[in-house]
């Protein structure tokens, strides 16, 4: 499975974006999928998490209530809508794909890695 993820751009404080995470693979419909993202000077932390069949999602706390993930099978997508964005949403997103539900929650279960896409939210 190969990732791309798109969407990255600089918006002002409680404006919105919405990143994309294209998949090339037919097993793409198996995997968990999930949004990471990277801030300057810190670890990579996990976002956002979709199980295979979207019945299942997660969220880190910090972004609770703010952003929603979504996926489309039919078209291989992954899709991170973010609102009311805040400047230390600041970071470069990424899209990993995951066997297991938990892998993505953890980080240690990441099988494929997409490119990440820079988010800036000026204050």
């Known amino acids: 499975v190969q990732l791309q993820a798109s969407g990255g751009g600089r918006v002002q404080a409680g404006g919105s974006l919405r990143l994309s995470c294209a998949a090339s693979?037919?097993?793409?419909?198996?995997?968990?999928m999930g949004w990471f993202r990277q801030a300057p000077g810190k670890e990579r932390e996990f976002v956002a998490v979709?199980?295979?069949?979207?019945?299942?999602?997660d969220y880190t706390d910090s972004v609770k209530g703010r952003f929603t993930i979504s996926r489309d099978n039919a078209k291989n997508m992954v899709y991170l809508e973010m609102n009311s964005l805040k400047p230390e949403d600041t970071a470069v997103y990424y899209c990993?794909?995951?066997?297991?539900?938990?892998?993505?929650?953890?980080?240690?279960?990441?099988?494929?890695w997409g490119k990440g896409t820079q988010v800036t939210v000026s204050s």
């Open positions: 990993a794909a995951s066997s297991t539900f938990r892998g993505v929650i953890t980080g240690s279960g990441i099988d494929y």
């Open positions: 693979g037919r097993t793409f419909s198996s995997y968990a």
């Open positions: 979709i199980s295979w069949s979207s019945g299942s999602v």
